[in-house]
């Protein structure tokens, strides 16, 4: 219940305020959070293999909480839309000045015609209706990753479907605090 609050409170701030607002934290290290999170929704669906990847040398002027919940967010449509059986991967690295941070699962692929709608608000996949939520955690999540300068793109067939979030990090080393 306090995760659907918390994003209708984030829709409400995004339409009136103009966007996510970021704390960035330039210091401390982003593994930590992603580990964090990964560790939270494993607890939660014990029965799900999730399998995390990190190639974070270098630290990320992120606002780790926003990354956290984009993380979760996608985690967690990870868990309830991708195939049972197989594992849930996240990988996270740094190459070529791009943060890139995926989550990946196998399962029915989401259909072409939802595709193009999937990070608008109160948006839910096809056949969805019994799912608990609003359609608002793909929507939060492309918010957070634009907030950080970033785009968060997806990929969906037959073989998996793969949330990419990918960020310039160069360019937000001298602004490290966007709250307003």
């Known amino acids: 219940m306090s995760a659907l609050i918390d994003n209708v409170m984030d829709f409400a701030r995004g339409r009136l305020g103009g ?3 970021l704390t960035r934290d330039g210091e401390s ?5 992603l580990e964090q999170v990964v560790s939270e929704i494993q607890s939660g669906h014990p029965e799900r293999k999730i399998v995390a990847q990190y190639d974070l040398a270098d630290v990320v002027p992120v606002d ?4 956290a919940q984009m993380l979760s967010n996608l985690l967690g449509n990870a868990v309830t839309h991708g ?3 197989e594992p849930i991967r996240v990988d996270a690295s740094i190459s070529d000045g791009l943060l890139k ?3 990946a699962n196998s399962g029915d692929p989401i259909p072409e015609q939802s595709l193009s709608k999937l990070f608008q608000p109160f948006k839910r996949g096809e056949g969805s ?3 608990q939520g609003l359609g608002l955690g793909l929507y939060i999540a492309s918010q957070i990753a634009e907030a950080h300068g970033g785009k968060l793109d997806v990929q969906s067939d037959e073989s998996e479907t793969r949330f990419v979030f990918r960020m310039p990090v160069d360019a937000h080393a001298a602004a490290m605090d966007s709250a307003p």
């Not at 290290?29 to 959070?33: D, E, K, N, S, V």
């Open 129 to 131: 209706s019994s799912l």
């Open 101 to 103: 941070l995926s989550v």
């Open 19 to 21: 966007g996510i607002a």
């Open 29 to 33: 290290p982003l593994a930590p959070t």
């Open 64 to 67: 780790h909480q926003r990354i």
């Open 83 to 85: 195939s049972p059986t």
